[in-house]
């Protein structure tokens, strides 16, 4: 079965640094992989996803992921963390041809002024 | 377009007990999954409905129930509750245009069981 890992439940940064949070995928084909973020009290909302169009992936709020098949990561960036951006993140990922998400363990980002 | 609407937002019940809960899709999308959020488990995926038949299915037991009519709307029905149901219940629906859909969620049920 397909499954994610996210390395690292808590991160915090500085307001202006990077943001790198981890995510590594167990398949044996391309998978479908999304990045999902969560707000307290909210639904998730879709960040970016990967449908093998193109390894670097732009998403909104200025985050993005890259693709690497040789690592079997996904890992979301984002040059310069805003307060804003104080969440839990997840990632998933869609076995071909099935709906059901396969949900990380998510990793909740602090970003401190 | 309006997103996907769930309701309650916030319920609570005792054990033993059964509860119903109701999903919106965004219109035209024809797909609507349920997803269970619990601090111990995670999200976990419950079941999906496509024209309303159930097309793929999660993992628990036979006391998650749902069904989705002819408009997309989707219930979800756990029968005889235990204190492990409480949890963040979410709906997401996707247009199921192909591989890779994306599935909007709405903003969840909060179910606590007493």
């Known amino acids: 079965a397909q499954s994610v890992t996210q390395l690292g439940s808590h991160v915090s940064v500085s307001e202006g640094a990077l943001v790198l949070l981890r995510c590594n995928y167990s398949?044996?084909?391309?998978?479908?992989l999304f990045w999902y973020v969560q707000y307290p009290n909210q639904g998730l909302q879709l960040l970016l996803k990967?449908?093998?169009?193109?390894?670097l992936v732009k998403g909104i709020n200025g985050f993005e992921a890259e693709f690497k098949k040789s690592e079997t990561s996904f890992h979301l960036t984002k040059p310069s963390a805003h307060m804003s951006d104080a969440a839990e993140y997840f990632c998933?990922?869609?076995?071909?041809?099935?709906?059901?998400?396969?949900f990380g363990s998510g990793t909740r980002l602090q970003v401190q002024p | 377009k309006a997103g996907v609407t769930q309701t309650p937002r916030y319920l609570i019940k005792t054990r033993g007990q059964q509860v119903t809960l109701s999903c919106s899709p965004i219109?035209?999308?024809?797909?609507v999954s349920w997803y269970q959020q619990t601090p111990g488990q995670g999200l976990q995926f419950l079941f999906e409905?496509?024209?309303?038949?159930?097309?793929n299915k999660g993992n628990f037991p036979g006391r998650f129930s749902g069904r989705q009519f002819s408009n997309s709307r989707s219930e979800m029905n756990v029968s005889t509750l235990e204190l492990g149901d409480s949890a963040l219940y979410l709906c997401?629906?996707?247009?199921?245009?192909?591989?890779?859909?994306?599935?909007?969620f709405g903003p969840g049920t909060r179910l606590t069981v007493l």
């Open positions: 997401a629906s996707s247009p199921d245009s192909g591989m890779g859909d994306t599935q909007y």
């Open positions: 398949s044996s084909v391309p998978p479908y």
């Open positions: 990967y449908t093998s169009a193109a390894t």
């Open positions: 998933a990922v869609s076995p071909t041809g099935r709906r059901a998400l396969t």
């Open positions: 219109s035209g999308h024809r797909s």
């Open positions: 409905y496509f024209s309303e038949t159930q097309r």
